[in-house]
C-alpha cells in the first residue's frame, strides 16, 4: 500500500464513520472473497501481553461492528436466525459506488475541497454566493465520468487550490461547483498566471 493509497484509505474511514475492521468486512463482501473470512477469523488468538499478563484485542470484527453495518444500511445479512455464512451478506445500496469505486471517492473528495461559498465582484461591490446549490450526488457522477485517474483527480485538487488564491487576489469570480465542473474551467485555470497581483493591470474575469 503506497501512500497516496493509505491517505485514500483513511479518508473513507473518516468520510464514513466506519472502522478499518468494518471497512475489510465490506471489501470482502465487495470483491467475493469469502475464503478470507476464515483466514482473517484466525488472527483472533489470545496473544497475551507480557508485561502484564492481559490478552491484547484481537483483530476479529465483532458482532456489534456488524450490527452497526446492518443498522445504517451498509450492509443486508440475508442468513436465517440459525447460519452465518458471509456470501449471505450484500451491501446496502450505494455502498458499492461510493465507498468501492475509487472514482467517486475521489469525486466525494473533490466535493469537500471546494468551496462552500464564492464571492462575486461587480465594480466595488463584493456579495457572496453558494457554490453547492446543486444535486450533490448528479455532480459527484458528472466529475467521475470526466475525472477517471488518479493522476487527474490529483491534478483537479491542484488546480483548485490555484483557483481559489486567484479569487483570493481578486483575480477572479468565483463560481458554483456545477459550472466549474460542467464548463471545465480547471482547463483556463491551468493556463493562468496566479503570480500577478490585483493592481487593476489583469482581469481574467472575462477569460473565464
Known amino acids: 500500500m503506497n501512500l497516496e493509497t493509505l491517505k485514500q484509505f483513511v479518508d473513507v474511514l473518516h468520510k464514513f464513520k466506519i472502522s478499518a475492521n468494518q471497512y475489510l468486512f465490506m471489501a470482502m463482501i465487495y470483491h467475493r472473497r469469502y475464503e478470507l ?5 484466525d488472527l483472533d488468538s489470545e496473544t497475551v501481553d507480557p508485561k502484564t499478563g492481559v490478552p491484547f484485542m ?6 456489534s461492528e456488524i450490527r452497526q453495518l446492518e443498522v445504517r444500511g451498509m450492509i443486508i445479512d440475508t442468513n436465517k436466525d440459525d447460519e452465518y455464512y458471509p456470501e449471505k451478506y450484500i451491501l446496502g445500496d450505494g455502498i458499492e459506488t461510493s465507498i468501492f469505486d475509487n472514482k467517486l471517492v475521489n469525486a466525494h473528495e473533490f466535493w469537500d475541497a471546494y468551496p462552500d461559498t464564492f464571492p462575486v465582484r461587480r465594480g466595488n461591490n463584493v456579495t457572496s454566493a453558494l457554490a453547492k446549490s446543486t444535486d450533490k450526488d448528479a455532480l459527484l457522477v458528472k466529475y467521475a465520468s ?14 483548485l487550490e490555484k483557483y481559489k488564491r486567484l479569487i483570493d487576489k481578486g483575480l477572479i469570480n468565483g463560481m458554483g461547483i456545477e459550472k466549474y465542473i460542467s464548463s ?5 485555470i491551468r493556463n493562468l498566471d496566479d503570480n500577478d497581483r490585483n493592481d487593476g493591470s489583469v482581469d481574467y474575469s472575462q477569460t473565464i
Do not use: C, G, P, S
Open 146 to 159: 470526466k475525472v477517471k485517474t488518479d493522476k487527474k483527480h490529483k491534478e483537479m485538487l491542484e488546480l
Open 58 to 63: 484481537n483483530n476479529t470484527i465483532r458482532q
Open 37 to 41: 473470512f476464515k483466514k482473517f477469523a
Open 184 to 188: 471545465e474551467v480547471y482547463n483556463t
